[in-house]
T-cell receptor, first 111, second 112 residues
Framework: QKEVEQNSGPLSVPEGAIASLNCTYS??????FFWYRQYSGKSPELIMS????GDKEDGRFTAQLNKASQYVSLLIRDSQPSDSATYLCAVPDGATNKLIFGTGTLLAVQP | NAGVMQNPRHLVRRRGQEARLRCSPMKGHSHVYWYRQLPEEGLKFMVY????????ESGMPKERFSAEFPKEGPSILRIQQVVRGDSAAYFC??????????FGSGTRLTVV
């Protein structure tokens, strides 16, 4: 059974700080990785995808991938209260295209 | 450019009734996925469909649950003889290929 692991949190950071969200996965053959944001009572929203080792930046968000360590992270710079949400890491199942989701990390940005 | 459309947004059913949840994928997307999310829990995969085909139903309960994606019309997730434990948010997502999904707004099912 392929697994995606995240700390459930809550992760509390002050406004303006860097929030660091981590995810590990069990399938060494995984090639693509996704971060979703889910506000309470809403549906998940894709915010970042990463396919190669290293960093990928998009505005205040940076995704980091280390395939050797089977580790993917999401950094949020200059955190804002509006970033408070649950962040879900997702990795495709190798056999089909379905995404396996971690349980999510709840981020709370304190004003 | 309509996104993934799910309806109804909220559905209340009495125990033993049937629930039908509908999902229309984004234009140009041929892959449809259904997920269930219980309160304070993660997204659990249920079924993956393409037009007229079930590709992976490994997450579907063996009884009472079925899904289809006909040649014409939306994908349907059907739950027969609902029980209180079926109360959850059911999300549909679609994709064009192996890119990330786009999710619909979900259907909140409450069984009373």
């Amino acid at each position: 059974q392929k697994e995606v692991e995240q700390n459930s949190g809550p992760l509390s950071v002050p406004e303006g700080a860097i929030a660091s969200l981590n995810c590990t996965y069990s399938d060494r053959g995984s090639q693509s990785f996704f971060w979703y944001r889910q506000y309470s009572g809403k549906s998940p929203e894709l915010i970042m995808s990463i396919y190669s080792n290293g960093d990928k930046e998009d505005g205040r968000f940076t995704a980091q991938l280390n395939k050797a360590s089977q580790y993917v992270s999401l950094l949020i710079r200059d955190s804002q209260p509006s970033d408070s949400a649950t962040y879900l890491c997702a990795v495709p199942d190798g056999a089909t295209n379905k995404l396996i989701f971690g349980t999510g990390t709840l981020l709370a940005v304190q004003p | 450019n309509a996104g993934v459309m799910q309806n109804p947004r909220h559905l209340v059913r009495r125990r033993g009734q049937e629930a039908r949840l509908r999902c229309s994928p984004m234009k140009g997307h041929s892959h449809v996925y259904w997920y269930r999310q219980l309160p304070e829990e993660g997204l659990k995969f249920m079924v993956y469909l393409q037009k007229e085909n079930i590709i992976d139903e490994s997450g579907m309960p063996k009884e009472r649950f079925s899904a289809e994606f006909p040649k014409e019309g939306p994908s349907i997730l059907r739950i027969q003889q609902v029980v209180r434990g079926d109360s959850a948010a059911y999300f549909c997502a679609s994709s064009r290929d192996r890119d990330g999904y786009t999710f619909g707004s979900g259907t909140r099912l409450t069984v009373v």
